[in-house]
């Protein structure tokens, strides 16, 4: 498929919001997103001669965008796997009503930035972008498995967050 | 472990529906399109022949290493050259030294016979003639 400016400025009308949210949700950061959404629509704008289908430039562009996340956040240091690891403490165990209020929905982005960075990929993909396991695996080179695990390591962690959070939310409205 | 393909709990309904992409911030496009009409154009298609790295170091050791390669195989060619040019001197040599020693022996054979009396084709039923010095070097 040769691309010329009219067909790079379709495909980016078309997936502009699909790259920003995966790089805002994995970055956490707005600028870092819209820098990495950038870079991603200018290795497409390089690289479209080798792309077949549009299902391959969403499967291609998601890859990239969630490779060049990850590489803007190993650069900036930001690590917050050993915060998130002490949420996985039996003290923040699940409790029996876990589920999101309003209050906790509004902080979700929040609390998914504090996820380990292979957890969060996986929760964006799954949740944002409604991939499956199976899909993930392949479009991030893993064993599905490990997406598996991640989900549901993932998840747990944000229950418990939430639960916590709304505990926390409940206290101070008191 | 959970089945993903099966029925979602209430937390992760909502967590599907709060995870809705989000538009990139306004001037996002027209900041993108700027970028991408700056860079350098791609050429369309690959060198079948030689494609050289784009990478200006790389391509300069790349460079070096093709012109020391040239200059090894033209050195190393000359010098096989001269190589065989000494052989075939030190061989044609060998023939001249083998050639004089072999008229001595002749001479000297045939001054013997004619002390006795006796000539080469006399003795050995064939006639054998001696090269002159200007015959030997035409019959090399």
Redesign the interface.
């Known amino acids: 498929m040769q691309i010329d400016s009219i067909k790079f400025r379709n495909l980016v009308e078309q997936h502009q919001s699909m790259v920003f949210s995966i790089a805002l949700r994995v970055t956490g950061e707005f600028g870092v997103a819209e820098e990495v959404a950038q870079d991603a629509f200018l290795e497409l704008h390089r690289s479209s001669e080798r792309l077949e289908s549009e299902d391959h430039v969403r499967f291609w562009l998601r890859r990239v965008t969630v490779h060049r996340a990850t590489d803007a956040l190993r650069s900036r240091a930001r690590r917050p796997e050993s915060a998130a690891e002490e949420w996985m403490d039996e003290q923040h165990s699940e409790g029996p009503g876990a589920g999101l209020d309003f209050g906790i929905v509004a902080r979700l982005d929040e609390l998914l930035r504090t996820l380990p960075e292979a957890m969060r990929i996986a929760v964006v993909l799954r949740y944002q972008e409604e991939m499956l396991p199976d899909e993930i695996a392949s479009m991030l080179g893993q064993p599905v498995a490990t997406v598996k695990s991640n989900l549901q390591r993932g998840l747990q962690l944000l229950r418990r967050k939430a639960a916590t959070t709304m505990k926390e939310y409940v206290r101070a409205e008191i | 472990?959970?089945k993903?393909?099966e029925v979602q709990d209430?937390?992760?309904r909502?967590?599907?529906q709060?995870?809705?992409?989000?538009?990139?911030?306004e001037g996002?496009?027209e900041?993108?399109?700027e970028?991408?009409e700056s860079?350098v154009p791609?050429k369309?298609?690959r060198s079948k022949v030689l494609t050289m790295p784009r990478r200006p170091v790389f391509r300069a050791w790349v460079g070096g290493a093709i012109a020391a390669m040239l200059v090894a195989g033209v050195t190393g060619e000359e010098m096989y050259r001269r190589a065989q040019q000494r052989k075939a001197e030190a061989a044609r040599q060998q023939f001249e030294t083998a050639m004089q020693a072999t008229d001595h022996a002749f001479d000297h054979t045939r001054a013997s016979l004619q002390r006795a009396g006796l000539t080469l084709s006399e003795s050995f039923g064939i006639e054998i003639k001696t090269l002159e010095p200007q015959e030997k070097g035409e019959a090399q």
């Open positions: 472990m959970q993903f393909d209430e937390f992760e909502e967590l599907g709060r995870m809705r992409r989000v538009d990139p911030p996002f496009m900041r993108l399109l970028r991408a860079e791609v369309s298609g």
